[in-house]
């Protein structure tokens, strides 16, 4: 975006030099993927929108419960893509689209005019990404599976890397729960997350 002038919040020299060199990369014929960085440069900001409005538009359907069959994926790219013939389809949202993140300005509403939807972005959208992870939730989790091979005489569980075997069931249990509480701890903390609560699903 900062090669094709929708962006200048840093360095469009640099973006420049990048684009430039990914320009000299080959597809699978030896062709050139782009003849410069501004063809380059449209050939994704065209990408990205497509799949965004593909995206989007599959966890609505899939919010609806709509489930998408052998072929249907033809009929949505024709009525994205405004495609024309004998049968006219179309798409198009029931409510406004928001978008948020610093480069929300330059494809959401490209991406609302594809899905024939409103397209809002909020003032300070290039924030709200960071300040939604600092005040989003952070969440870990980790299987352990209990086994045993004779029927029920022993146990067996890996904990830390090491095949633990027990004999006393509800022990065994006590024990996985230990620790894979004490594990998830260090991988809560390590996540950044504070005070954490456990679940279990036994």
Same mark, same amino acid.
């Given at each position: 975006?900062?090669?094709?002038?929708?962006?200048?919040?840093?360095? /469009?020299?640099?973006?420049? +030099?990048?684009?430039?060199?990914? !320009? #000299?990369?080959? *597809?699978?014929?030896?062709?050139?993927?782009?003849?410069?960085?501004?063809?380059? !440069?449209?050939?994704?900001?065209?990408?990205?929108?497509?799949? &965004?409005?593909?995206? %989007?538009?599959?966890? !609505?359907?899939?919010?609806?419960?709509?489930?998408?069959?052998?072929? /249907?994926?033809?009929? %949505?790219? #024709?009525? +994205?893509?405004?495609?024309?013939?004998?049968?006219?389809?179309?798409?198009?949202?029931?409510?406004?689209?928001?978008?948020?993140?610093?480069?929300?300005?330059?494809?959401?509403?490209?991406?609302?005019?594809? +899905?024939? &939807?409103? !397209?809002?972005?909020?003032?300070?959208?290039?924030?709200?990404?960071?300040?939604?992870?600092?005040?989003?939730?952070?969440?870990?989790?980790?299987?352990?599976?209990?086994?045993? &091979? *004779?029927?029920?005489?022993?146990?067996?569980? +890996?904990?830390?890397?090491?095949?633990?075997?027990?004999?006393?069931?509800?022990?065994?249990?006590?024990?996985?729960?230990? *620790?894979?509480?004490? $594990?998830?701890?260090?991988?809560?903390?390590?996540?950044?997350?504070?005070?954490?609560?456990? $679940?279990e699903n036994i």
């Amino acid at each position: 975006m900062h090669v094709l002038g929708f962006q200048n919040n840093w360095d /469009a020299g640099a973006a420049e +030099l990048a684009a430039g060199v990914l !320009c #000299r990369v080959r *597809d699978r014929f030896a062709q050139a993927i782009a003849n410069n960085s501004e063809e380059l !440069c449209q050939n994704i900001k065209q990408q990205l929108t497509t799949q &965004s409005s593909n995206v %989007i538009l599959q966890t !609505c359907m899939a919010e609806d419960g709509v489930k998408i069959g052998e072929g /249907a994926a033809d009929l %949505i790219a #024709r009525s +994205l893509d405004r495609q024309g013939g004998f049968v006219n389809f179309s798409l198009s949202l029931d409510r406004s689209l928001v978008g948020l993140g610093a480069s929300a300005k330059v494809y959401y509403p490209e991406i609302g005019e594809r +899905l024939s &939807s409103e !397209c809002l972005v909020p003032e300070h959208a290039d924030v709200a990404n960071a300040i939604g992870s600092v005040a989003g939730e952070v969440r870990v989790q980790k299987t352990v599976t209990i086994t045993s &091979s *004779d029927g029920g005489s022993s146990f067996q569980f +890996l904990s830390g890397g090491n095949l633990i075997n027990m004999v006393d069931e509800k022990a065994v249990i006590e024990k996985v729960k230990s *620790d894979l509480q004490a $594990e998830l701890a260090q991988m809560a903390d390590e996540a950044g997350a504070q005070s954490p609560v456990f $679940e279990e699903n036994i």
